[in-house]
């Protein structure tokens, strides 16, 4: 079972949907806490949302409350002084946050994991002012 969950593109009243998948996959039916595709559902029936960003999630079959946290954020993406790239994160206090980058989006690399603080910026030591390298961010 998937929990997916559509999100209007620009405003609550737009006419255009994105479903996003929240956790699970599709025909893996079962009761295992995770991220991703990792966990599992059977009939999840409710959803709230708390002002941290976490998400709750009922399963009404195993009767379980299972709780997603938020991913980590990228804000105020730009580049220094000096042409290297750079981002404030955004996360759980003490969760680990690993950055890759990639030139062409289908090759990622490593290049940097901290733990988040209250402020956590990344700054690329590798990019310059022509430099064309993407970035994602993930928790281990």
Do not use: C
């Not at 998948?21 to 079962?30: A, F, K, Q, V």
């Not at 409710?46 to 709750?56: E, F, I, P, R």
């Not at 750079?86 to 003490?94: H, K, P, Q």
Request: glycine share 12%.
């Amino acid at each position: 079972m998937v929990l997916v969950l559509a999100l209007p593109l620009v405003t609550p009243v737009a006419t255009n949907w994105v479903v996003t998948t929240l956790g699970g996959m599709p025909g893996n039916i079962g009761t295992a806490d995770g991220t991703g595709s990792a966990v599992r559902f059977s009939n999840p029936a409710g959803l709230a949302v708390d002002s941290a960003g976490n998400v709750y999630v009922a399963d009404f079959y195993f009767n379980t409350i299972r709780k997603g946290i938020p991913p980590a954020r990228l804000l105020n993406f730009g580049r220094d002084g000096s042409g290297k790239s750079g981002f404030a994160l955004t996360g759980t206090v003490g969760q680990s946050v690993i950055v890759e980058a990639s030139s062409e989006l289908v090759n990622w690399q490593p290049i940097w994991t901290n733990a988040f603080s209250p402020d956590l910026n990344f700054s690329d030591q590798q990019s310059g002012v022509y430099s064309d390298r993407f970035y994602r961010t993930h928790q281990p």
